[in-house]
């Protein structure tokens, strides 16, 4: 049986079996050649990832931002200056805001009446002697009336004493009618008295007073300057003595009371300085000063109160507010930005600082990008680098630089952080106080490449 395979192999001797090997060894030579005679730019990857490392310098991490007053306002960054503030070796309480019971007051009326018009709101402002609010009654009438009929009253009884004096010089007269017009008088002249000072407490000039000008309506006064906290009553409400109209409060005179405890009493002593904050809205900074502390418990809090006199601007404070203080222990101050102002990066801090320096500028080769791609002639290329200059030309009228510097944090308190410098900037340079976050993500985003 014959096989249906048909196997020829070759018959080798000495000499073609070397002229065979030959050939072989020939054309793997062509072959490996043709591979190292491409030339660069054809596409290939003809070097390994550590060389293309050695051929690139490593580029510094950018450090100056660049923003548009559009971006700037868009964000709402805010810009501020390093301060110096009190935030180490200090003491935080709680308390609240008062006034002095002598700083406080009701507008009344010394006489009942009825409401005719209030002339004041609350949180108006009034001047001591202002007129509150206006009442009326009849019976302010009959007052008036009384006083005009007792001063004609007078006017006999002086007529008629003078003539009890002439018959007594001529024993024509009896001594007891003169003694009787005397008493007479002199009763009329107190009643007189008596009834200018009740109309002149009423608001009203007894010397204006006449049968033709008789006043129903009366006023009331504010009897300090101040603010009107309260409103008590209303217009056709019935008013006396004893039913105050408003409440005015002098905040010119507020001062604190601090509620501090025991263990914490011996670290504070008049004339010291605080720093404190309304507790809900702890934004505006105020100051005061300590010139009291108490020498018994508060009723069984076992707190001391510890009086400070509120200095500076007042503006917002209204008595009864709730406080958050900080009571500076010694006199030691510190460099301090707000805490918004500090950014965290790779384990360090920093803040951004407005500068005059320029950010830093990359070129690439022209004609290629970062790897090495052709992007198109050189007329187009000369077109492309034209727009851009255009468009920086533009930004640069309207931009703002910041620099990002490295700060050491200190102690936090009450909104600020201390800081200090790892490198000098200027006296009075601005720093960014709010929107420090998106200076340093549009920092940050610098380094990714453009797309073409």
Known sequence: MKSIYNFQFPIFNDKNFKSYLLSIILSLTILFSSCHNHKEGDGHDHGTTETKAEEHHEEAEPTIASLTAEQIKTVGIQLGTVEQKQLTATLKVNGNLKVPNNNKANATSLYGGVIKTINVQTGSYVKKGQVIATIANPQFIQLQEEYLSTASKITFAEQELARQKELNEGNAGAKKNLQSATAELNGLRTRKASLQQQIQLMGINPNSVSNENLKSILVVTSPIGGTVSNVFAKIGSYVDVSSPVVEIVDNGSLHLDLNVFEKDLPMLTVGQTIHFRITNNAVEDYNAKI????????????????????????????????????????????????????????????????????????????GADEHGHEHGSTAEADEHKHKEDETHNVEKETMTNFEKIEVVKGFSNMGYTAVTFVTDIPAGAKIVTKGAFFVNAKLTNKGEGHSH
């Not at 009571?327 to 920093?350: C, H, Q, R, W």
Request: charged share 25%.
């Open 291 to 366: 010139y009291a502390i108490g020498s018994s418990f508060e009723d069984d809090s076992k707190t001391v109160a510890v009086h400070a006199i509120v200095q500076g601007n007042k503006t917002g404070l209204i008595d009864g507010m709730n406080i958050t203080a900080i009571v500076s222990l010694n006199n030691v101050t510190a460099p301090a930005v707000p805490t918004d102002a500090i950014v965290e990066a790779d384990g360090k801090y920093f803040v951004f600082v407005v500068t005059d320096k320029k950010p830093e500028e990359h070129h690439e080769e022209e």
